[in-house]
């Protein structure tokens, strides 16, 4: 895989993913269980839990995960799963309990570090061996602060070597000592999940479709692909202050952060991690977000935002101006999702046609097609053969 934009792409690179894939119902249930569970995603950051007894929970691709922190200070992560039925150990997206969790629907209750201390009326389940009954660990990794999780083993590396490239220039960002600046966000999309990427993996389209990011951004953005599914688009300011109001008096407001270098000041970069995380850093923020498919036609938005533990007023207020730029974003690119979706589905819509400028788009269809063999091919092998088909094209690979 190219490491940035220097080559320009081969006549033969520069199709898409055919259409069929934004539109099977099987390729999506395929997607959840060999893509999404066996790849690491964002849970959330340690300061979201920094109290014993913390805890946080999220669906994903038909998983749930639930990270908790323990009365020694450890971290765990597990499915959220109860032993006896499958119940949901707890309900709410995040919270704390004050010494174990209790199962809402019979009553079993869990030690802190997942391990069974009792279900409900015990004599009723005879010789039981509690030790057998724990919730069910998912992977966990902590990187810079960042709670990593993963519902089955799967082909990435650790999360610490994924982004080892990284390490040198976000250290100075000192994400670790991150506190949330704001409540998780979620939102649902009536598009295919590819869809929100491909809008997201190319910076092709600011000129046209973001006037905020143009005059923030627009003259200097580039997007960088890496090996092993990472990708950077580094974003320096431009050099006039900006005409947009929103823009402007960002950029007038803005205060130098003491602890970050002066090519950190002016300046936002958006990290991918394959196949849906980013995490977006700027000089008053950090924050990441991620999207799920729910089904075919649905896709869920998940993301926070963090700040740094020594902000000044005058930050603060730049990031509310920056948060404000992004919802403006956001609203832009979810009509061209929407837009890009509804063109799968039309008779007359031949596929994509990938600039030299779009290689994320290309690179991120690339790591699928490597992920799931079914997507090389250009017509639907059929819905009740999709595994089958999946699995031979794998084993000839």
């Known amino acids: 895989m190219r490491e940035a934009l220097d080559t320009p792409l081969r006549d033969d690179q520069r199709t898409g993913l055919p259409a069929w894939t934004y539109h099977s119902p099987a390729l999506t249930e395929l997607e959840k269980k060999e893509l999404f569970a066996t790849h690491w995603q964002i849970a959330g950051h340690v300061s979201d839990i920094p109290e014993p007894g913390g805890f946080l929970a999220f669906d994903f691709a038909d998983e749930r995960a639930l990270v908790l922190r323990d009365s020694r200070g450890e971290v765990w992560a597990f499915h959220n799963l109860c032993r006896h039925r499958g119940a949901r150990v707890v309900a709410e997206p995040a919270g704390r309990c004050k010494g ?11 030690n802190l570090d997942g391990s069974l201390r009792g ?13 057998r009954f724990g919730l069910i660990e998912m992977e966990l990794e ?16 650790p999360v610490a070597e994924l982004f080892a490239r990284f390490d040198a220039e976000l250290a100075p960002f000192r994400m670790e000592t991150l506190v949330p600046a704001q409540g998780y966000y979620h939102g649902e999309v009536p598009v295919n999940w590819k869809s929100v990427r491909d809008v997201d993996n190319e910076g092709y389209h600011v000129a046209m479709a973001h006037p905020a990011l143009q005059d923030l951004y627009g003259e200097g953005y580039r997007d960088e692909v890496m090996a092993q599914g990472m990708n950077r688009a580094v974003a320096p300011y431009n050099d006039h202050t900006g005409r947009r109001w929103s823009v402007r008096h960002y950029r007038t407001l803005a205060e130098p952060a003491a602890h970050l270098p002066d090519w950190a000041q002016a300046r936002w970069a958006y990290y991918g991690l394959f196949p849906n995380n980013v995490i977006g850093v700027t000089p008053e923020s950090v924050q990441f ?56 589905r039309s ?11 779009e290689i994320g788009v290309r690179a991120h269809h690339d790591g699928l097609r490597e992920a799931l063999p079914v997507l090389q091919l ?20």
């Open 119 to 131: 279900p409900a009326r015990p004599s009723s389940f005879g010789k039981m061996d509690r030790s």
């Open 347 to 357: 008779s007359a819509f031949p596929g994509f046609h990938l600039s030299d400028h």
């Open 378 to 397: 250009e017509e639907n092998p059929g819905e009740s053969r999709m595994v089958e088909t999946n699995e031979r094209l794998a084993c000839q690979s």
């Open 142 to 157: 902590i990187w810079h602060g960042f709670l990593f999780v993963r519902a089955r083993p799967g082909p990435q590396p």
């Open 100 to 110: 174990a969790l209790v199962c809402p629907f019979h009553g079993w209750v869990y």
């Open 289 to 344: 977000y991620q999207d799920f498919p729910i089904d075919t036609r649905n896709t869920r938005l998940r993301g926070r935002t963090y700040r740094f533990p020594s902000e000044t007023r005058r930050q603060r207020a730049a990031r509310y101006l920056a948060c404000r730029i992004d919802r403006e974003t956001y609203q832009e690119d979810i009509r061209l999702s929407m837009w890009s979706d509804e063109a799968m």
